[in-house]
């Protein structure tokens, strides 16, 4: 450890109207020898403090922002920490000083205690002085800004035998001096601009003399981030337009500029540069903040002579010289986590290295304070209020979190991703409503997950979590792949046939929903009936007549990949049949029943025997007249009663309500109400809207006169219980831009 950090130097501050003093004098500091194996002891200034200077005995480092700034003093020894009155404060870089501003005086508090406060009253300069702006301090010194005869110029104010004393720094004729930097002890740098061309020069000055001993050629559009001297060179980082941040190299006397371009984007500002030995050090602070990643994050070295070069520390908060040859930085190393460090020429190889001098205990990785993991097992979104909850809290807020979840058999993935990082907020919240991206409700069936958190600034590894369940939704009517929601089977002129999910339609009123392809060659057959859950499995089935008259049965599988099984013959003769439809258990067994109606008008009933090589037992017949009807819609139970219901619309557009009574049969109709000749059919897909009731759905389709394109319009009239009044008004529920048959 370096000798001023091992020592211990007695120091009580107290609050006077002129600033900092320290009451009595200290011995000056004196060498210790470090122990054999010395412990790293904690840092004591709060997380996310910045270093703005350091001396033998102390650093200063300032926290928060606006009125909420807050200046503290750390003694290396002990680092005992001494929170400094209000007030503006600033460092001189390499020294224990430590400038109070009140107005026009600054005090110049030697935070050692080695020697007295010294005072400058820039009103003592007298009423012909330019207006004084604080730009820095080197040593004793400061170097102030102002006008004189409307040029700008730098000035260097100390005292000197007693007297404040302004020194201007001498400019060619035709030229102003402009920003300043910091460039080492007894230095520092200005730009210098021509008031008659678009030249500029950086000028290094002598802060004793108050002379440029120096000058290079600077580009005329480039920004200068941080200047620096070493013993045989000067380096600074600039901002060209094109190709991007750099640093420059150029021995000095020469105008010899080496560039050396960075990992940047251009215009980038805030980039500093530290002088170390013949090496130069190089950062932008506030990596362990950032929302992006950048090389420029990590304390990089470089040889001045050689261009050797090298990464030290992850990221700094703050990077200032030590006053005894050295750097102190506020930051972190992921392998020794966030602290304090001073990075010094090492005896052994000469090169720079880093060494925690304290340590605050914080990791520099990314970690997990708490965590809420996805679900193993089995998970019912239905039970678990539609939401499945997930997420991390971590020790940063700049993180990216993410949840992928992955359903086995289809491989469809769905990304839940936080809101964008927001400072001070680690908690990031990942829950799943049960939808894909495109608004599908996600399958049952076997999921695997990862939940991943990366951070932001591209420091350390990735947080990552996997895991597997399955997913399980109750059965409902009308859904053929397995998720929970009604779909409406679709078939195309060529055959194909496919189905939409209405939900997915829902919450996509003005997009082309996803089909679900299921297969071709269904052109074979001139009816197709959803005939809801006839096997007793759980999953909705289909019945197919082809033109010959033979009926044909898709028992349900319930998965998105392959919703039917193959197909099985139950028999023919079904052409005698004008009407088929399914969907109502009738009789109370838990199995969905098929109706039909012949050309006479007789309505027949086909009791689901839950027998897929034999579905059917043999038809029974129940009414007649029902010729008066041109579209029959078995609707599960829609009022409470014993069974099954069933809507039937007559040609003039009333639709009619038969409730069933639980053995097969039906009670006498009601009046449900007209006008019903809008849709161009009626389908009952049960449960639409969630509430528990079953509900129809009315399909209009409208061509476009300009190009013949085909929409169709779901409207879907939610349930009431209600015998006498079973539908609301109708509600929109989505678009298809096809004209397919749909069942």
Not at 106 to 134: F, K, W
Not at 409 to 429: C, E, N, Q, Y
Not at 633 to 662: F, H, I, Q, S
């Amino acid at each position: 450890m370096n000798r001023t950090l091992a020592t211990t130097v007695a120091l009580v501050l107290a609050v006077t109207a002129g600033g900092l003093t320290a009451p009595a004098l200290a011995a000056a500091p004196q060498a210790t020898a470090p122990a054999a194996a010395e412990a790293v002891l904690p840092l004591t200034v709060p997380a996310g403090s910045e270093l703005l200077s350091a001396g033998g005995t102390g650093m200063l480092t300032r926290t928060g922002t606006g009125s909420g700034v807050v200046h503290r003093w750390t003694r290396h020894a002990d680092g005992v920490t001494t929170t400094l009155p209000a007030g503006t404060h600033w460092g001189s870089p390499g020294t224990d000083l430590v400038v109070t501003q009140a107005g026009t005086v600054y005090t110049l508090t030697d935070m050692s205690g080695v020697a007295e406060p010294v005072v400058i009253d820039t009103a003592d300069l007298g009423p012909q002085a330019p207006r004084y702006t604080l730009r820095q301090v080197v040593g004793s010194t400061l170097v102030m800004s102002g006008q004189v005869d409307g040029v700008d110029r730098h000035h260097l104010v100390s005292v000197q035998a007693g007297k404040v004393v302004s020194l201007a720094v001498p400019l060619p004729q035709g030229w102003d001096s402009w920003r300043d930097y910091v460039t080492g002890p007894g230095t520092f740098a200005v730009i210098l601009r021509s008031l008659d061309t678009p030249s500029r020069r950086l000028g290094i000055v002598d802060v004793t003399t108050g002379e440029i001993v120096e000058s290079y050629p600077l580009p005329t559009s480039a920004g200068i981030d941080s200047v620096t001297l070493t013993p045989t060179h000067l380096a600074w980082l600039e901002n060209p337009a094109s190709p991007g941040k750099q640093l420059i190299v150029v021995p000095r006397g020469t105008d010899q500029l080496q560039p050396v371009p960075l990992d940047w984007p251009p215009f980038t500002n805030d980039t500093v540069l530290r002088p170390l030995g013949d090496w130069m050090a190089y950062t932008r602070p506030g990596g362990d903040t950032a929302l992006f990643p950048s090389t420029l994050h990590r304390v990089t070295v470089r040889s001045a002579k050689t261009g050797e070069s090298f990464p030290l520390l992850d990221h700094v908060t703050s990077l200032v010289p030590d006053g005894d040859g050295g750097l102190l930085a506020v930051g972190g190393t992921l392998a020794q986590g966030e602290g304090l460090y001073r990075i010094a020429l090492d005896a052994a190889t000469g090169k720079p290295a880093a060494t925690l001098v304290r340590a605050s205990g914080l990791p520099t990785a990314l970690t997990v304070v708490k965590e809420t993991l996805p679900p193993t097992g089995t998970f019912d979104f239905d039970r678990a209020g539609g939401t499945m909850r997930a997420g991390w809290t971590l020790s940063r807020y700049n993180a990216k979190v993410s949840l992928a979840l992955t359903h086995t058999a289809s491989g469809r993935t769905m990304w839940v991703r936080s809101p964008l990082p927001r400072a001070g907020v680690t908690d990031f919240p990942l829950g799943w409503d049960g939808r894909y991206e495109d608004g599908l409700p996600a399958y049952s069936g076997a999921y695997t997950w990862t939940m991943r958190a990366k951070p932001a600034n591209g420091i350390g590894p990735a947080i990552e979590r996997t895991g597997t369940f399955t997913l399980t939704r109750p059965y409902h009517p009308h859904d053929f792949d397995g998720n929970g929601s009604p779909d409406v089977l679709s078939r195309s002129e060529n055959g194909h046939l496919g189905s939409y999910d209405l939900k997915q339609l829902w919450v996509l009123p003005s997009q082309q929903p996803q089909q679900l392809p299921i297969g071709g060659g269904w052109n074979t057959y001139d009816r197709i009936a959803a005939a809801g859950d006839v096997a007793g499995a759980r999953n909705d089935d289909v019945v197919a007549r082809d033109r010959s008259g033979v009926l044909w049965f898709y028992e349900g599988k319930g998965t998105p990949k392959a919703p039917f099984a193959p197909r099985t013959q139950v028999g023919g003769g079904w052409q005698v049949y004008d009407k088929l439809t399914g969907g109502s258990d009738l009789t109370g067994d838990g199995r969905a029943d098929l109706l039909a109606t012949d050309r006479s008008g007789a309505l027949w009933f086909y009791r689901a025997t839950g027998d897929t090589r034999a579905p059917f037992a043999p038809r029974k017949k129940i009414g007649t007249g029902w010729q008066v009807y041109n579209q029959l819609v078995a609707t599960g139970n829609l009022a409470g009663a014993a069974a099954g219901d069933l809507v039937a619309r007559d040609r003039d557009g009333v639709l009619w309500l038969y409730l069933g009574k639980g053995d097969g049969n039906f009670t006498a109709r009601t009046r449900v109400g007209g006008g019903w000749q809008q849709y161009q059919q009626i389908l009952g897909l049960g449960d639409v809207d969630g509430d528990g009731l079953n509900d129809i759905v009315g399909e209009q389709v409208l061509l476009d006169p300009a190009d013949g394109t085909a929409q169709t319009t779901f409207l879907y009239h939610p349930g009431t219980a209600q015998r006498t009044a079973p539908f609301t008004a109708s509600r929109h529920t989505g678009h298809l831009w096809s004209d397919e048959e749909l069942y």
